[in-house]
């Protein structure tokens, strides 16, 4: 049974084993390329993660300035109350409701009072 290190010669003199070398080796190159899939797959989540936040920073930097929020709180009682505590929702319901809001809020929503 002398056979080399690398089990070449062995696995020519037992019946089977060669098999089970080539299975092993099948079974390592489908986990490595596994890895490779998921390394991949990690960087894309990462790289989408950084480029929303990067995206949504200067949306969560806006900060209401208490005039504006009195002059549309009514409003957004009256015409958005289902979308509190959500302010997103509650700027997108002012937008598509623009012209039922008061003087007031209308102005802030146009960017015409801070």
Same mark, same amino acid.
């Given at each position: 049974?002398?056979?080399?290190? &690398?089990?070449?010669?062995?696995?020519?003199?037992?019946?089977?084993?060669? *098999?089970?070398? &080539?299975?092993? !080796?099948? *079974?390592?190159?489908?986990? #490595?390329? %596994?890895?490779?899939?998921? !390394?991949?797959?990690?960087? *894309? %989540?990462? #790289?989408?993660?950084?480029?929303?936040?990067?995206?949504?920073?200067?949306?969560? !930097?806006?900060?209401?300035?208490?005039?504006?929020?009195?002059?549309?709180?009514? &409003? #957004?009682?009256? =015409?958005?109350? =289902? $979308?509190?505590?959500?302010?997103?929702?509650?700027? $997108?319901? %002012?937008?598509?409701?623009?012209?039922? %809001?008061?003087? !007031?809020?209308?102005?802030?929503?146009?960017?015409?009072?801070?």
């Amino acid at each position: 049974m002398g056979g080399s290190p &690398d089990g070449r010669s062995l696995a020519r003199s037992e019946p089977g084993l060669g *098999r089970r070398v &080539d299975g092993l !080796a099948a *079974r390592r190159k489908g986990s #490595v390329q %596994l890895k490779i899939k998921f !390394a991949e797959l990690a960087l *894309r %989540l990462l #790289v989408s993660s950084l480029l929303l936040t990067a995206a949504a920073g200067p949306l969560l !930097a806006y900060e209401e300035t208490e005039t504006q929020r009195n002059a549309c709180k009514p &409003d #957004v009682y009256r =015409w958005c109350k =289902w $979308y509190i505590p959500s302010r997103a929702g509650i700027t $997108y319901c %002012l937008n598509q409701n623009i012209e039922k %809001l008061s003087p !007031a809020c209308r102005a802030v929503m146009e960017g015409k009072l801070r």
